[in-house]
Structure formats: C-alpha cells, structure tokens
C-alpha cells in the first residue's frame, strides 16, 4: 500500500487546472486565485482538499488521504463537486513545467477551458503551412508562430492547418488558394497583417461553413464604388492602395494571427472563429464581422438554386396577416423584419453596411438611409452622381417603421441586382413565339420617343433616356417570369428585369417599378403590384395634369397626420393632398407641401397606393416627408441640399399658379381620409387573388419575377403588368390617354403634344 501523501503514478495526477492557484486561510475559506478573478470555497471540506490538489496526488490517492479528516463518501462528494465545477484535470507530471513560458501556455489553455497539457501537446506536435501572397511580407507572422511553438511545414512536408496572408482581401489569387485547401480539406486562416487597420479570419473549414467565394461576394458588394477605376485600369482585382502602419501594428497583427491559428490547433472551437477581426490601431479597440455561408455559392454550394427558385411556378400559399396597420398588412410587424433580418447589416460582411438617420429630416419625418441604391447603376458616373435617387432609403410613422422600409429597400435592390446565376435562355424574340413578351409592352415609348430619341436624351437625365428600337431578330438573354392571369410561363429580356452593373448589349435598362422586398412571397408581390398602382395612376394625373379632388384630411383620425401638418406650418409650409384613384379602384394619394410667403415655392410631394386609403395617405406622406431635406437650402443657406437638376429646376420654377392640376380641383366634394367601401382581408393569399382578378378584367396580363436570394431569405419579388404606366415619361398609345375618359375625367384623350412636358423625377 502506498503511503500517505505521496502519488501511484504520473499518468493521472489530479490538482487544480494551471490558471489557479490554491491558498488555505484556516478557519474562513480556500481561495482559489486567478487572472480572472477569485473564488472563494467555504466550509471543511474545502479546507482539507485544496491543500491535497496540487498535482502530486492521483485520485484514489487524494481521496484516501482527504477521508481520514472527512471520511469517504463525504471526501468523494466533495472532490465530485470541485470536478463538476471545471476546476480540476489530469496532469502529467507532479509539477508544472520548468519553462515559464511552457506553464503560462498551459494555464492559458486551462483558462480557455481544456486540458491544459494535451492542447500544449497538440500545438507543439502539428504542422502550418504559411501562404504568402505577394504584397506580403511573412518575416513577422513567421516569428510569431515559432514564439507559440508552433512549427511552419517545409516544402513537401504535409500540414493540417494554413495560415495565408494577404494584401487585400479581394486579391484574386485567393480563388486559387481557397480551391486547393478545399480540395485537400485543409482547414485555413487569412490575415491582413499590413495597415493600420489590419483584418484576421474568418478560419475556413472545407465541408462546413462559408468560403472564401462566400465572403468576396460580401465583400465586393460594398466596393462597387471602386468598379469604374478597376475597369479603367484593367484590372481583375482591386487597385493597390498606400502602405500604412507602423511596425508595432504589424506585429501585433502578427501575433493576433499567431494566437488564432495556436487556439485552432489546441482544439479551441467558437462561433467567432468563422468571422472576420478588425483591429483599429489607432483607436485601439475592435471590431467582429460574422461571415454567412452562401447556399448558392458557386464554389461551396448550389449555384442552381436560383435557377430553379426563378423558373418554379409562383403559388400564393394562405398567409394570415400580423400587421394590419402600420406596415400595410404584412405577415410580419416591423420590429419582427427587425429583430429576423436585422443581421443582413454590417459595414463588412453584411449587404448593407448601416442603417442611418437621412440628415436634416424635419422632427416630424422619420427618414432613414440604407446604402447606395443599386437600381442606378454603379459602375457608372451617372450612377455615383444620381443625387436624389442615388441612396436607398426607407420611411415611416415611427422610427422602427422607417428601419425596416429601409432595410427592405436596400435588400429589394441588392436582390434585383444581377449576380450572374440567375437563368437565361439567348434567343432571338421572333424565334421565341407566344411565350415572349415584347420590351415594348413594358417600355410604352412611343414611335415619336424613339424617333426623336436624341432630343430626348440630350438633357442626360437618366430617368427619361429612350433607348434605340428593339432588334426582334438579334439574339437577347431571356428569363422566365410567373404568369398569374394566365398561370403559365412567359419570357422577358433579362437586363429588363434585373439591376445591371453596366448597359446591357441589347440596349434594355431595368428600373425599380414592381420591385419589392416583404415579410413573405405574397407581401411582396403584393407591395410591388400596389407600386404599379400608384405610379400608374400618378402617370394619368401628372401628364394629362387632371385636376384630381382633395382628400379630406379633417377627416383623417390619425394622430400622424396631424403632426405632419403642424410640422409644415412650423416650417412655412402648406400641406395638402389629391385622391389619384385610377380604374383599380384602389386609392391612390399624392401628398404634396410648398412654402408659402416666398417667390419660389419648393413644392415637394409624396405618393401611396393601398387597398386600406388609410394606409395610402400614410404612405404619401411619409414619402413627402422623405423629400423635405433634399428641397432645404443647401450650405450657408443658399441653393439646394441636392444638385439633381430635374428637381431643382422643378422647385425654382413650379408654382401653383403656373401649375394648377397640383391644386385640388375646386369643382368636385373631397375624398375622405378613411372608408371609401374599403373591406379588409385577413389573408394576404385572398389579397393577391383579388389582384389577380383586377388585372383580368383588365385584358392585362399578371406577371410574377421571385428574386429572393438563398442566402438572404427576404422575400424579394419583380411584379410586371405590360400596359400599366410609369411615373417617368413613356408616352406610347394605351392607358395613358384611354383611362382618363374612360373614367369621364377628360372628354377626349390629350394630344401627345399637350402631355406634360415636366418628366416626374422621383
């Protein structure tokens, strides 16, 4: 029998994990000391086991030695409890490791919560393979691995992890990299090491998790600034930029690398190891950016997961309403679309890098901006210069409405923005048949536009550019769009349907009418057909400028707009607003405000379409509200706080006198604010059923785009009705002059040339 106090072995000696330190006060307690803090074990039991756990004893020893003062069961209870608490392991040894540094690594892992010993063991024996890519310089990283013992794989020599160090997270030899530690199931590490704000991880594992391909397309998406100069100098990837830093940053960049790749190789394992580490050096503070696995990654997931989402027939599936007030009748409230879809914001890795207070907003608008609006083209100057359309954005009633409309902005462009796996058929348009939609069902130009194109495209506005005549017999992309009228597939040209980061060769152009994003497929189509109402009908106002009746805002009994109009007195402003309700007879509302006691008269308006006029006067003037700032006198007072020249010549030169259809018409009794025979549905299914109906009776045709992204899950949806009008200037026969007397608001249509000729510039 082995005597007292003295161990059986080294295999399993137990004591107190390395990061600890036991003291005894007799009488009071045991105090176990360490970096994080001190715990203090109270009660006889304690007192006679700490002194025993110092890692000379194994168990069956210390709970021998322990019984004689506390007798067995209770001296097992008590070492059953310390062990529960994570407070104890296994050693190897009866001591602690002669080098300092040796024993301070095992207390670190002990602290990270492993067996000390083994994880030292694990990083000494595994092998790294260190990736430089030019640009880079691996002197230091390479030093700070062999301070952590950790030793770098030569030539030949098999590795089990990588640490790779770039210049630029984009650099395209990364492509390369990524596939053949994939294909080797090699899990890896980036660094940016260089600068003053240097970026280490995510790791990535092959067969779990993003990839690199995952992460560039993040990471592209807040860069699209950068395309014009990256096509201007040939280049495939970003353009160098200046070195910063000091050696310091470097260094620290290297060891924080260092210290990364030593917790994977221990076996450390967390969530934040799949995200991208920001260190600010001149702050010095951090910042962690998770990365998202992309399900139709064409590297590391499905790259016909769009396809097959674009080409499958749009079924409406009953979905009860949660929110039948401030959102417009929605699946989910505004603070759900928060607190679910609130993640796709991150100045890194996210599609949107903020959300952020519109500058200058009057205390009664809540405005919020959401990042550059894509449906403008980024890869030209046009598209960086387009001034009032050139941010996406969001309003509301109340500051979480306003978040989340635009949220769903910037997620509905981001969305309908071509990403190269959405799928085309190439074809000519007469080979096609039936199946294909004509561009000009949708265009509406007129033969006179399209002659007089260059007239009309001299003033460079680009929300009233006529493209050249479409070439029937000249090979076009196509995509399939859902027909719900006719419950068939129809085909349109592709660059019509989505975002494009330069003019597409067949000279067709996507714009944002019909796009929406919503808390569910049928929201969506839903919002992105109610956006066709309403530009429609503000089309028959605007250019055949009809004197439209007044909505009774008396009658509103909703506390917003009251706020708004005192607002608007508050700031030298008269509030009014016009039914526009076209032949759908869902109401349609312009709001519109203009400065009273001034020669120029900033008149601003806003518009809203919804089943519920309630709803619709909410929505226009919200949307007015948005436009308030941008009418505001620029810096030092003078100017505007926009340059677009459309509506800053409109805001200069447009009155009420010299612009009579923007008053109500003094002859017809106001609308009121609310009612109107409006029946509401508690099912969004029973809502786009009846759409659908609205359209047929129409001779119309209901046509259907899903552009939700897999890896984004917000419902996005492309609605298009060919014949129903734009709010910008297409001036083809059809709806435009046929629906006003139809109506009996006009008795014969305008002349072309007495249509309007102020283009709507919102």
């Not at 980024?378 to 949220?407: D, H, Y």
């Not at 007469?430 to 509406?444: D, I, K, W, Y």
């Not at 992105?528 to 509103?556: I, K, M, Q, T």
Request: aromatic share 6%.
């Amino acid at each position: 029998m082995t005597a007292p106090g003295t161990h059986r072995g080294t295999a399993g000696l137990l004591g107190f994990k390395r990061h600890l330190r036991a003291a005894v006060v007799p009488g009071e307690a045991a105090y176990l000391l360490s970096q994080r803090g001190v715990t203090a074990l109270r009660g006889r039991p304690a007192e006679v086991l700490v002194p025993l756990l110092d890692g000379t004893r194994d168990r069956e020893t210390v709970i021998h030695d322990a019984a004689r003062s506390l007798g067995p069961e209770a001296a097992r209870s008590a070492l059953a409890t310390l062990e529960a608490a994570g407070l104890l392991r296994l050693h190897t040894a009866p001591a602690a490791p002669a080098n300092p540094s040796a024993a301070a690594a095992e207390a670190y892992w002990d602290l990270a919560g492993l067996d000390g010993g083994r994880a030292a063991r694990d990083v000494a024996s595994a092998r790294v393979r260190l990736v430089a890519l030019p640009g880079t310089d691996p002197a230091r990283p390479h030093a700070a691995l062999r301070e952590s013992g950790i030793r770098t794989a030569a030539a030949g020599e098999d590795a089990g992890f990588a640490l790779v160090l770039c210049a630029d997270y984009l650099d395209p030899a990364l492509a390369d990299v990524d596939a053949a530690l994939r294909g080797r199931g090699t899990p890896w590490l980036l660094a940016r090491t260089g600068g003053a704000d240097p970026w280490v991880g995510p790791v990535f594992r092959p067969g779990a998790g993003p990839c690199w391909s995952c992460l560039a397309a993040r990471l592209r998406g807040h860069r699209r600034s950068e395309l014009p100069l990256q096509h201007h100098l040939g280049l495939t990837g970003p353009a160098d930029r200046p070195t910063t830093g000091l050696p310091a940053c470097e260094s620290a960049a290297a060891q924080l690398a260092a210290l990364e790749t030593a917790k994977w190789l221990a076996g450390i394992r967390h969530p934040g190891q799949g995200a991208v580490h920001i260190l600010d050096t001149l702050r010095l503070s951090s910042a962690t950016h998770p990365v998202s696995r992309l399900p139709q990654c064409p590297s590391c997931g499905d790259p016909q997961l769009v396809a097959r989402r674009v080409r499958a027939p749009f079924v409406p599936v009953a979905r009860p309403k949660a929110d039948q007030d401030s959102g417009g009748h929605r699946a989910l409230t505004p603070r759900q679309m928060l607190d679910r879809y609130g993640h796709l914001v991150d100045p890194v890795t996210g599609i949107i890098k903020e959300i952020s207070r519109a500058g200058h907003c009057p205390d009664f608008v809540e405005s919020f901006l959401s990042g550059q609006n894509l449906a403008m083209g980024a890869a030209s100057l046009a598209g960086l210069r387009a001034g009032l359309r050139a941010l996406s954005g969001g309003k509301g009633v109340t500051e979480t409405e306003a978040r989340t409309s635009a949220l769903c902005e910037a997620v509905e462009r981001y969305s309908g923005t071509r990403h190269g796996d959405e799928p085309v058929l190439r074809d000519t348009y007469a080979a096609l048949g039936p199946a294909a939609v004509h561009p000009r069902a949708c265009q509406l130009y007129d033969d006179r536009q399209l002659r007089d194109r260059r007239a009309w495209n001299a003033g460079g506005s680009w929300l009233t550019h006529v493209p050249g005549p479409f070439a029937e017999d000249r090979p076009t992309e196509w995509t399939p769009v859902w027909s719900l009228t006719a419950r068939t597939q129809r085909l349109l040209p592709t660059s019509m349907l989505y975002f494009g980061q330069e003019p597409a060769a067949d000279g067709l152009c996507a714009d944002s009418n019909g796009n929406a994003a919503g808390s569910s497929p049928e929201d969506a189509l839903l919002q992105g057909f109610l956006e066709l109402v309403e530009r429609d009908a503000v089309a028959l106002w605007w250019y055949n400028r009809l004197r439209r009746p007044a909505v009774d805002l008396d009658s509103a009994d909703e506390p917003y707009v009251e706020r708004f109009r005192t607002g608007c007195r508050r700031a030298g402003r008269e509030l009014w607003a016009l039914d526009l309700t076209s032949d759908f007879g869902i109401p349609v509302v312009a709001a519109l405000s203009r400065r009273t006691g001034r020669p120029t008269e900033d008149i601003v308006f806003g518009f809203g379409a919804h089943f519920d006029p309630r709803i619709a006067l909410r929505r226009a003037l919200t949307e007015m509200g948005q436009l308030l700032p941008a009418a505001a006198p620029g810096p030092g007072g003078t100017g505007y706080a926009i340059a677009d020249p459309d509506p800053v010549r409109w805001w200069r030169t447009a009155t009420l006198a010299n612009q009579p259809y923007l008053a109500p018409d003094p002859a017809a009794p106001p609308a009121p604010a609310h009612g109107r025979g409006y029946r509401p549905r508690t099912d969004l299914r029973d809502d786009v059923t009846a759409v659908t109906e609205l359209v047929r009776e129409r001779g119309m045709e209901l046509l259907v785009l899903d552009q939700t992204r897999p890896d984004l899950q917000l419902p996005v949806v492309k609605v298009i009705v060919p014949g129903m009008r734009h709010f910008w200037p297409r001036f083809a026969p059809g709806r435009l002059f046929d629906v006003p007397v139809a109506l009996g608001r006009l008795t014969e249509p305008t002349p072309y040339a007495d249509l309007n000729p102020v283009p709507m510039f919102v």
